[in-house]
Nanobody, 121 residues
Framework: QVQLVESGGGLVQSGGSLRLSCAAS????????MGWYRQAPGKQRELVAG???????NYADSVKGRFTISRDNAKNTVYLQMNSLKPEDTAVYYC???????????????WGQGTQVTVSS
């Protein structure tokens, strides 16, 4: 099995910054794309940012210019640097990874348990 563990969430004032981390562990042959999603109360889960294995990135329009996604392939870890945070960024943030466990195995998408980010006004 592949486990994803997020960290770095918390309470921050509007305009502040947080850095989320998500480390993948377990039996892993390779990891393709990784991403961050968020879900606010009463809303659907939405993509925040994604990064491919070659580090191409994409962002939701609402976070462009404020958030930066990056990854460390040697550590099987993806990061989300969040600057200029706004109250509307408040949500549970989830990471996911498209992983292959063995050389001949199929790719599957794995999810972390989520970390709460709360931005006060």
């Amino acid at each position: 099995q592949v486990q994803l563990v997020e960290s770095g969430g918390g309470l921050v004032q509007s305009g502040g910054s947080l850095r989320l981390s998500c480390a993948a562990s377990g039996r892993i042959f390779s990891i393709g794309s990784m991403g961050w999603y968020r879900q606010a109360p009463g809303k659907q889960r939405e993509l925040v940012a994604g990064i491919t294995s070659s580090s191409s990135t994409n962002y939701a329009d609402s976070v462009k210019g404020r958030f930066t996604i990056s990854r460390d392939n040697a550590k099987n870890t993806v990061y989300l640097q969040m600057n200029s945070l706004k109250p509307e960024d408040t949500a549970v943030y989830y990471c996911n990874a498209d992983a292959q466990r063995t050389l001949y195995g199929t790719r599957q998408v794995y999810w972390g348990q989520g970390t709460q980010v709360t931005v006060s006004s």
